[in-house]
């Protein structure tokens, strides 16, 4: 059975941030699937991407599509809750129900821009955090795609002992420039936007009306996530059956799908997380911390499984095939010699 | 010699369009290098990309940089103005002279949005029209990158005996879903924009202080203009010397790249000149008017070159070597079969 339960754990002791910064109190939102077994060791945490959340499976009462992964999480599913207990947290930073940018400081106001930049290796510890506090020492296995990827990639390395197998999925080493540069666009395109009102908006306002300068950003996200030939198939040069060509504001297909995306996006996603979250995909770097990334590879001892998509332009391939082959190169370094 | 000229010839006939409009008066504005020769032959004919403009060579009194082609026009040049006389007109719907959305109509008022929509193709019949009243009924060549590129092939269909070669650089044979996605997220993001007072903007404000929602499009526009690795090879992960990698506002040199080029470029373009040139580079389809391509393509004449490059994200190869292809078919198929 899913048994999709849904949680919120608060915390008072300071999370010590990468940035020196301290977030304290905090709180974690998670969903669970499946039954804990009594050794809780039959866990597997999936981890969400930028605008992702804690609800990867199942459906709630009213709701008219099930989580993001639900076809990924189930009873018999490839993530099959009927053999493990699989944990989905929201990540700090997000506006989901954990601790981010709009959630209330202790004097009652929210954070806004006084919130610390938190990076995907603080994401990570407090999420650690949680499973200390639920007895969950280890883990099948921990899986994610894009920022989920990067969330399993530290916690490879910095909770080597975790998790037995670690998937990470479209992915990289460290954020580069390509993705960065959308990133810019779309925090470029909210912080422009009067609406956005240099920060100090009104949630209620922005939810129901939108913020264009949002909706603006995430088009340029949808281009990203999408590859040249792939728009081709998916829309070629469809115009709507409606519009005149030469009208000038007629439009293509693709330019129709763009705007439902963009403008449907702010109607259930927080400015502020998006420029925290976006910030902490940018800084994200795996070999930060250490002398060189292949110091901070060394550190996995996990079942390490890479999966990249050939058609993805913001995490291209040859950034997982050098983990992938800085790991080979110092296997092959540091196996012990046979004495002769 | 280089003997840089600008003119602009007034046209009192009206220019029909495309769309079935029409556009009169008009004006085009031209640049001319080297000398014509006495049969008026000795032309090559620069056609420029989105933001360019008729300045391809040379330099104005008090310019700190030259045009936007100096490198390939001037004496001894691959474009040799000892040899050749080379013209260079600003299309229409541009804003560097030639008739666009913010010229006057007949009545004194700016065209504004009730400029027509004009295609690639009427800008092609635009220039054929000045040519001929300047005497000159055929060109040696016709030379252009992006929408050039598709200037040049127009030509080379609708003209066919005009250009003896023709040159077509990071073109196509009709612009794909990637490229306009890619303009739509610039178009959103002007429109959008309160300072464009939804069309009815002070130019001379506009040109003060910029418009932010035509920055973030232009960002947009800069990260069509690279490739994944480019972008890697360019910028890497630096970061800017004087900025905190936790602060949220902290940069990396890619960032600030797109930045300085985004609201460098809202200085010196007209925003409604960008939403109807973009339209145009959207609906531009040179089979449109044909049953097929094919069709169209038979109708070349020209020696035809075709360049492509392999780093080019918006206009990649694959759509250079359809023409290429289909022109090789059709050659193999209209051969006279020799009689047995």
């Known amino acids: 059975m899913l048994n999709l339960q849904t949680h919120t754990e608060h915390f008072t002791n300071p999370l010590y941030l990468e940035s020196g910064r301290i977030l304290e ?3 974690i939102t998670y969903e669970t699937y499946g039954v804990l077994n009594d050794d809780k060791d039959n866990v597997i945490v999936v981890t969400h991407a930028l605008t992702g959340s804690h609800h990867a499976a199942g459906m709630y ?64 510890k407090a999420q650690r955090i949680l499973f200390e506090r639920l007895g969950i020492h280890r883990a099948h296995a921990i899986v994610g795609g894009s920022m989920g990827g990067m969330q399993a990639l530290q916690f490879a390395i910095h ?59 995430r088009m340029a996200g949808h281009i990203s996530f999408l590859s040249h030939d792939s728009m081709q198939r998916k829309f070629g040069r469809e115009y709507k059956r409606d519009d005149g060509l030469y009208e000038l504001f007629g439009k293509f297909q693709v330019e129709t799908y763009l705007e439902y995306n963009g403008y ?41 499984h890479l999966i990249s998509f050939s058609s993805d332009m913001l995490f291209v391939p040859d950034e997982m095939k050098k983990i992938d082959s800085m790991l080979k190169a110092s296997s092959r370094v540091s196996k012990p010699r046979p004495r002769s």
């Open 25 to 27: 109190p905090y709180d």
């Open 61 to 124: 009462e009213g709701d008219n599509k099930p989580g993001w992964w639900d076809g990924l999480i189930g009873p018999g599913k490839a993530i099959d809750t009927d053999e493990y207990y699989v944990i989905s947290t929201n990540v700090i930073g997000s506006c989901f129900g954990s601790t981010g940018p709009m959630s209330q400081t202790k004097s009652g106001e929210a954070y806004r821009y006084k919130f610390p930049v938190v990076t995907v290796k603080d994401m990570v």
């Open 159 to 217: 909770f080597p002992r975790f998790a037995k197998k670690t998937i990470a999925m479209a992915a990289t080493y460290a954020t580069q420039p390509w993705a960065i540069a959308f990133n810019k666009v779309a925090q470029e395109a909210i912080l422009r936007d009067p609406e956005f009102q240099q920060g100090y908006y009104d949630p209620d306002v922005i939810a129901e009306s939108g913020l264009s300068g949002m909706a603006i950003g």
């Open 264 to 304: 449907n996006f702010t109607k259930w996603f927080d400015p502020l997380s998006y420029l925290y979250i976006t910030k902490a995909i940018n800084i994200y770097d795996l070999g930060r911390g250490f002398d060189t990334l292949d110091e901070a590879l060394s550190k996995i001892q996990t079942q390490l």
